[in-house]
Each structure stands twice: as C-alpha cells, then as structure tokens.
C-alpha cells in the first residue's frame, strides 16, 4: 500500500485546512486509517483513526471535538478536517494503514504550520 497525503499548508490562528491521504491498491476498504503528528522533539502523536468501514472513530482529547476523520472506500482516500487550528497543531501529518497481519504503511507527511 501507498500512501500520500496532500492538504498541508500555513493556515492563520482560528482557520481551518483539510487533509487527504490516497491509497493505492485494491484492498484499502480492509484497514484501520490513522492521521499521526509528529513535532521535531516530541513524540509522534496519534490525532485520528478510523475504522475501515468508517463507522468507528476515535480522537486525542488535543483535537476532540475540533478535527473529524472520514473516508471514502470507493475513491482509497481519507480526510482529515481541521477546524479552530491553534498554533500548537503546527506539524507534520501522516497517515496510517493498519494491516491485520501487523504491518503498518505510512505516508511522507504533510506539513501543517498555524501562525499568524
């Protein structure tokens, strides 16, 4: 499976931005989808997931009720919306593919950057 992601860019305090991921292959609708952030010198956080029919999804308390994650199975994509963006979000986004076998695929990351 690959993994890109698009969306990123600088965004104002208070503004809002969509992320994407595409998916190759055939088999995208079977996996777990997760958006991670990672900030140079911290640890690499877990923002979203989403299960693989899209019905289950799960959010840090950092972005409750700020941020949604939805997919398309048809189109092997999955979207990140970013409403209310602070300028701790400022980071790089990436998301997962969470296979059963244990594998996991990740994208190179978009980066996201919240300043005015």
């Known amino acids: 499976v690959q993994l890109v992601e698009s969306g990123g860019g600088l965004v104002q305090p208070g503004g809002s931005l969509r992320l994407s991921c595409a998916a190759s292959?055939?088999?995208?609708?079977?996996?777990?989808m997760s958006w991670y952030r990672k900030v140079p010198g911290k640890e690499r956080e877990l923002v979203a997931y989403?299960?693989?029919?899209?019905?289950?999804?799960v959010f840090s308390d950092s972005v409750k009720g700020r941020f949604t994650i939805s997919r398309d199975n048809a189109k092997n994509t999955v979207h990140l919306q970013m409403n209310s963006l602070k300028s701790e979000d400022t980071a790089v986004y990436y998301c997962?593919?969470?296979?059963?076998?244990?594998?996991?695929?990740w994208g190179r990351g978009t980066q996201v950057t919240v300043s005015s």
């Open positions: 292959g055939s088999t995208f609708s079977r996996y777990p």
């Open positions: 989403i299960t693989s029919g899209g019905g289950g999804t």
């Open positions: 997962e593919a969470y296979a059963a076998s244990g594998q996991a695929y």
